[in-house]
C-alpha cells in the first residue's frame, strides 16, 4: 500500500471517527436526560447512541492502524498503545491515545453494564467528558489538516454540536416523574407560553 494512500485514509478516518464520536455524545446528552415524547421510541435513543459508538471504534481502528502504517506519520506501533513515544508529533498523538483508551473503557463498560452495575458504568461513563475534547485536542494539534478550511468547519460543527446540546440539555432541564425517568417539559413550558 502507498503512503499517499495510508496518509489519505489517515486523515479521513480520523476526521469520520471525529464526527461518528460528536454523534455519540450528543445522542449520549440527548438519552441522559431520559426525555421521551410519544414520537420517540425510548429505545432509539439507546440503540443508535451504541452502534454509532460501534462504528466509531471501526473507523478509529482505521484511523490507528494506517497511521501505523503510514512511514510518513513516523507513529509507529508502540506510540499506538504508550504516551509520549511517538516520533511524530508526541504530546498530540498522545492526546488521541488517552481518548482512544477512555472511548475503549466506555464500550466495554457498556456491554458488561448488567455485569458491573449500574454505579460503576456510570462512573466510567463520565469519562466521555474527557475523552470527546481529548479527541478533538488530537485532531487540532496532531492533523496535518488541522488548518484548512474543510477541518476549521469540522471541528467547529462538532464542537458547536456538543455546546449546543449542553447548553439545550441545560435550559430545557426535564422533570422527574415516578421510576426516576424524565420528561420533556411540554413544549409550551419550552416556548415560555
Known sequence: MSSEILWYATRGAGAVSLLLFTGVVLLGVLGAGRWRR???????????????????????????????????????PLAAVVPLTSGYRPLAVSLGLVAVYLGVALVLTSELRRHIGVRAWR????????????????????????RTAWMIAIDALCVGAVFGAVAWRVAVGGTRRAGGRATMPPVSARQGT
Open 123 to 146: 462512573a466510567v461513563h463520565w469519562a466521555a467528558y474527557a475523552a470527546w475534547p481529548l479527541a478533538v485536542a488530537h485532531g487540532i494539534t496532531a492533523g496535518t489538516d488541522a
Open 38 to 76: 410519544p414520537s420517540w421510541p425510548p429505545a432509539l435513543t439507546g440503540g443508535l447512541h451504541r452502534n454509532v459508538a460501534l462504528l466509531s471504534l471501526v473507523f478509529l481502528g482505521v484511523h490507528v492502524g494506517t497511521a501505523v502504517l503510514d512511514p510518513f506519520a513516523a507513529v509507529g
